[in-house]
């Protein structure tokens, strides 16, 4: 995938004129092509060297030169929905060589960040939060008497939300001098779904076909109608690629009063051939490894064993249906789409609705199941409250991405899943500490009548062969591994090897605790009775966690056993490799063993 990368730093002349946005205005509009061509360049060398978000990126070099060069930012308010495509922004705003530092423990943040420079005027991570933001700054410029431009960046894949329509229609009532432009290259992560994203690629010219950006003029007339229908001034389609439309078009918007929409066509992965032809294999890639580097191991991720239940589940149940908001890549459910394509759903960027979808199949007596980062299960929150739980209905979450996440940082650590579930009677919580518990547990939820959810890290576990055949899990029922004395370890979900470590270390008794609800509270009382101290561990914030579950039911039972609660710290965890996450939450096995010894000999 890197071979066509440079690995020289380029020659960017015109480039290492520009130290921020008021340097760039001093160029000419003749000097910005080869402007663009250079921050392409110096973007393919930088993503080599720390590997990153790519493609989204390349597509919005020519758009990033033009805002800066046309906004007085940061007086001026310039929202980049998701932020995924923010690395030209940041190479144009004083931050060019800290890009090789990007998604590495102190260095850049991979996202737009507010506390990391002034040009990120909002920090983002997650979809269709721009309009809603960059709103609010006209709306309080308006009452201050402040003339500040106020311009939202926002993707068709991120248009597909509700939220951003909900903006929009506000934007609508209050008339506000606002720019929203539609970055329209026909892809999120994956290529768009959804009635919206149908209409506007099938509406952009006359016949059904996509269109290039090379071909004829372009006709926007009906999707103008869509937009002008929510009284926004519509202009374009417009040529992202080329200045002497984008200028022109942008420069127009920006000086019309009350909401403006401007729609741009523009090509993820621009500039770079591999990724204009796979844009989902280069929507992000990882670092150039250095020459001579021995090739990392090959195994299976969680996600994949999920995956893999899936479509064998599928074969011997029809009613099973797959769910995902637009993460058919990310939560592995390929195999799935490809072989059952009538039962699999992807509602686009929607969880809130792919929650309640979930529900509406349930309520006919189908088993669907949501497969779901869990950081993004937050925003449906609600609906799995109100339409799920308190229903009971048979709904099997698959909650990816649990714990820390290491170099996409904050916004996308997934810490709070068990705080806000745990708390809603009747649901099944269980946390594997390996693939072979994964499978099982997936099992297990599905034949559980009622809620019930897996929460599962990011990448790989420990490698071992997975045994379809072996049966779904006793709910609530722990297994001891490790009979040891002083102090048990009770241990929820991936961070089992480090506990075993620590364990065997101090000859302590380790448990694989598997359910969070219910607990095996049997086992807890018997631990709590032979043991000077209970320990539990767990790859979640130690705020309302398995922990705290643990300590609300000894505190019940009236047992005064002594408890060490093991977990993330009440602060937010930096983007930094996830290895140099858990060292600094001390969730490695040396901060384990710290912590236990410590507590032991006080």
């Not at 311009?151 to 068709?156: F, L, S």
């Not at 248009?159 to 929009?168: Q, V």
Request: charged share 20%; glycine share 10%; net charge negative.
């Amino acid at each position: 995938m890197h071979s066509q990368l440079p690995t020289q730093r380029p020659q960017t002349p015109l480039l290492d004129r520009i130290g921020s946005p008021s340097d760039l205005r001093q160029l000419s509009a003749a000097q910005l092509p080869q402007l663009a061509e250079e921050l392409r360049g110096w973007l393919l060398y930088s993503i080599g060297v720390t590997g990153g978000h790519f493609g989204a990126g390349l597509g919005v070099v020519e758009l990033t030169i033009a805002l800066h060069y046309l906004l007085d930012t940061p007086r001026d308010h310039l929202v980049w929905d998701v932020g995924h495509q923010c690395y030209p922004h940041k190479i144009l705003t004083g931050r060019r060589e800290q890009m090789l530092s990007m998604r590495q423990r102190g260095g850049l943040a991979p996202f737009p960040r507010r506390a990391e420079n002034p040009y990120d005027c909002f920090g983002t991570g997650h979809s269709s939060t721009s309009i809603s933001a960059a709103l609010g700054m006209a709306l309080a410029s308006r009452l201050r008497g402040d003339k500040r431009k106020a311009v939202a960046v926002i993707g068709d894949g991120a248009m597909t939300a509700g939220m951003a329509f909900e903006a929009l229609s506000h934007a609508a009532h209050t008339r506000a001098d606002m720019l929203v432009i539609l970055n329209d290259n026909d892809m999120s992560i994956s290529p768009n779904v959804g009635g919206l994203a149908t209409y506007i690629a099938d509406q952009l010219k006359p016949g059904l076909a996509r269109p290039t950006l090379d071909g004829p003029g372009f006709d926007g007339a009906t999707t103008g109608a869509l937009f002008g229908a929510l009284t926004f001034d519509y202009h374009g389609p417009v040529d992202g690629h080329d200045f002497d439309q984008l200028l022109p078009a942008l420069e127009h918007a920006l000086n019309s009063p009350g909401p403006q929409f401007l729609h741009l066509i523009t090509q993820k992965g621009k500039g770079f051939e591999p990724a204009e032809s796979d844009p989902v294999g280069y929507h992000a890639i990882t670092k150039i490894e250095p020459m001579g580097a021995p090739p990392k191991p090959k195994q299976e991720k969680f996600c994949n064993i999920f995956g893999r239940w899936l479509c064998d589940t599928a074969a011997a149940d029809d009613r099973l249906v797959g769910i995902t908001p637009a993460m058919r890549e990310g939560s592995d459910l390929i195999a799935f789409s490809e072989q059952y394509p009538e039962r699999y759903f992807d509602v686009a960027i929607a969880e809130q609705h792919a929650a309640t979808l979930a529900a509406g199949f349930a309520c006919q007596g189908m088993k669907p199941v949501l497969a779901i980062y869990s950081t993004f299960l937050q925003r449906a929150y609600d609906q799995l409250v109100h339409d799920i739980a308190i229903q009971d209905l048979d709904v099997l979450l698959t909650v990816d991405r649990a714990g820390l996440v290491g170099e996409d940082g904050a916004t996308h650590a997934g810490l709070y899943d068990l705080a806000f579930m745990r708390c809603l009677p009747g649901i099944l919580l269980m946390t594997p500490a390996d693939e072979q518990e994964l499978y099982q547990m997936l099992k297990t939820g599905y034949d559980h009548p009622g809620p019930a959810a897996v929460r599962y890290p990011r990448g790989s576990g420990t490698g071992i062969a997975i045994d379809p055949t072996q049966p779904a899990l006793e709910p609530g029922r722990a297994r001891v591994l490790r009979e040891g004395s002083r102090a048990a370890i009770l241990n929820f979900g991936p961070l089992l090897p480090n506990a075993q470590t620590v364990a065997d270390a101090l000859d302590l008794t380790l448990v694989d605790m598997r359910f969070v609800k219910p607990l095996d509270s049997e086992l807890i009382e018997r631990l709590a009775a032979d043991h000077e101290l209970l320990v539990t561990l767990e790859d979640h914030a130690l705020m309302g966690g398995a922990g705290s579950a643990v300590a609300e039911y000894l505190q019940q039972q009236t047992v005064n056993t002594p408890l060490l609660l093991l977990g993330v710290p009440d602060r937010w965890i930096e983007h930094a490799s996830r290895a140099e996450q858990l060292k600094e939450c001390g969730l490695d096995a040396d901060g384990i063993r710290r912590a236990i010894e410590q507590r032991l000999s006080a």
